[in-house]
């Protein structure tokens, strides 16, 4: 009778093989097994081979940032939701540097080609709350979103790499996204007021 295959093994060869290849590791399928102590077999068993599991260390990327946005809830206060979001973002990719930077190699296929663009319309719905609100004047909300994440983006890669210090990301991150809403249209005050609240989870 087969085995059943294990969740906690495909998980873990799914974070080793993140983290060899943030490392520049050569990621072979023997070194890989030896890494998370099972057999090479086991990577075709969850992944049907090496291709498959790239496709997989993408997918976990991005299914770990969904349920990261997924807690933040909305409120009243669009510009605030924004920044609770880039909070949530930020957070993910401290606790899963590896599987972070995976998410953008663009050389693996995702099983779900569609996860890679859901966090991104979740933050293009919070936009479009705050046009709808009156906070963002004539405003592209994609645009905004494009910004928002694009600035984060940034400051994290700086951060995880080591170039910039850890409390950077308290210094720089809301900062920048008061600077986008503004030039939105957002009145500077109240913005400031929104980003504070909202960040204050990270």
């Known amino acids: 009778m087969p085995r059943t295959p294990d969740p906690a093994v495909r998980v873990a060869l799914i974070e080793q093989a993140a983290a060899m290849l943030v490392a520049r590791e050569p990621v072979t399928l023997r070194a890989l097994a030896g890494r998370v102590g099972t057999?090479?077999?086991?990577?075709?068993?969850?992944?049907?081979?090496?291709?498959?599991?790239?496709?997989?260390?993408?997918?976990?990327?991005?299914?770990?940032?969904?349920?990261?946005?997924?807690?933040?809830?909305?409120?009243?206060?669009?510009?605030?939701?924004?920044?609770?979001?880039?909070?949530?973002?930020?957070?993910?990719?401290?606790?899963?540097?590896?599987?972070?930077?995976?998410?953008?190699?663009?050389?693996?296929?995702?099983?779900d080609p569609g996860a890679a663009g859901a966090g991104f319309a979740v933050l293009v719905d919070a936009a479009q709350r705050a046009v709808d609100a009156g906070r963002f004047v004539a405003a592209d909300p994609a645009a905004v979103a494009t910004r928002f994440w694009a600035a984060g983006h940034g400051v994290l890669l700086l951060v995880l790499s080591g170039v910039l210090p850890d409390e950077a990301l308290d210094e720089h991150s809301p900062a920048l996204a008061a600077a986008v809403f503004t030039a939105a249209g957002d009145d500077p005050e109240r913005c400031a007021a929104s980003v504070r609240a909202g960040w204050a989870g990270l």
């Open 39 to 111: 057999s090479t077999m086991a990577v075709y068993t969850h992944f049907d081979g090496m291709p498959g599991l790239w496709g997989a260390v993408r997918q976990e990327g991005f299914a770990r940032l969904a349920r990261g946005l997924a807690e933040v809830s909305p409120s009243d206060d669009p510009v605030r939701d924004l920044a609770a979001l880039g909070a949530a973002y930020a957070a993910n990719a401290v606790e899963n540097p590896a599987l972070y930077r995976a998410m953008f190699d663009a050389a693996a296929d995702l099983p």
